[in-house]
């Protein structure tokens, strides 16, 4: 083998090993492993439905007359004693956290709460609050039917059932909130995983009751 040839060999070698770096680099992402987002978000707020009771009639007392004597006057007893008005239905408070579940680790030491929550105007959240996890490449958070397992046989299931996409994590760190769209079912959903859709795979899960 010429010289020229060898060298552009040993060039095109260190081209492709540089190439493989990068693009593992850009795959794998490992920085992110010592890097943390945190976030902070507030509750929903607050909204009580005010509660209107029909005002109460006044009891007016029924007179009778006294038979013999027309100056004299007697309240029926029968009628002396007001009827209690009824109750009204005491309007819900909301915000309500209508599920809730802690987080267990999966990849990735994982650990928090999960609620999803109702507001007055029908609109659930899913909110997380103390969320600690690692962080990572594309993870999103989803909703699913799988059921959450401990350990690795737990990793990988997210994805064979029915799950819903509630975007990407917007942070490794805190309290934060991702908006359920109006036609989700709730009843057809168990479970809460903060997924890697890169690879495949949980960093962690919660059971939702």
């Given at each position: 083998?010429?010289k ?12 492709l ?19 943390n987002?945190f976030?902070d ?6 909204s009580?439905?005010?509660q209107?009771?029909?005002p ?5 007392p ?7 004597d ?10 002396s004693?007001?009827?209690p008005?009824?109750e009204?239905?005491a ?9 809730a ?9 994982t650990t ?6 109702e ?5 659930r ?7 600690d ?11 699913t ?5 401990e350990?690795?046989p737990?990793?990988?299931?997210f ?13 490794n ?6 908006l ?13 995983s ?8 949980s960093?962690?899960?919660a059971d939702?009751?």
């Open positions: 083998m010429k020229s040839q060898k060298k552009a060999m040993q060039v095109g070698i260190a081209t090993s540089i190439a493989a770096v990068a693009v593992g680099a850009y795959l794998f992402q490992p920085w992110r492993l010592f890097t987002t976030v978000e507030a509750l929903p707020a607050v009580q439905v005010e209107t009771e029909e109460g009639q006044e009891q007016v029924a007179v009778t007359e006294t038979a013999g027309d100056s004299s006057l007697m309240i029926d007893e029968r009628s004693e007001s009827e008005a009824p009204a239905e309007e819900p408070v909301f915000p309500i956290t209508v599920l579940g802690d987080l267990i680790s999966h990849e990735y030491e928090g709460e999960v609620k999803i929550i507001q007055a105007d029908g609109s959240v899913l909110r997380f609050e103390g969320l996890t690692s962080d990572g490449p594309d993870l999103h958070v989803w909703l039917d799988a059921p959450v397992l350990g690795v737990g990793w990988r299931v994805d064979d059932g029915l799950f819903v996409d509630l975007g990407e994590l917007k942070g760190q805190g309290n934060q909130n991702y359920i769209p109006d036609e989700i079912d709730l009843d057809d959903y168990s479970s809460v903060i997924w890697c859709v890169r690879f495949a795979v960093f962690g899960a939702l009751s």
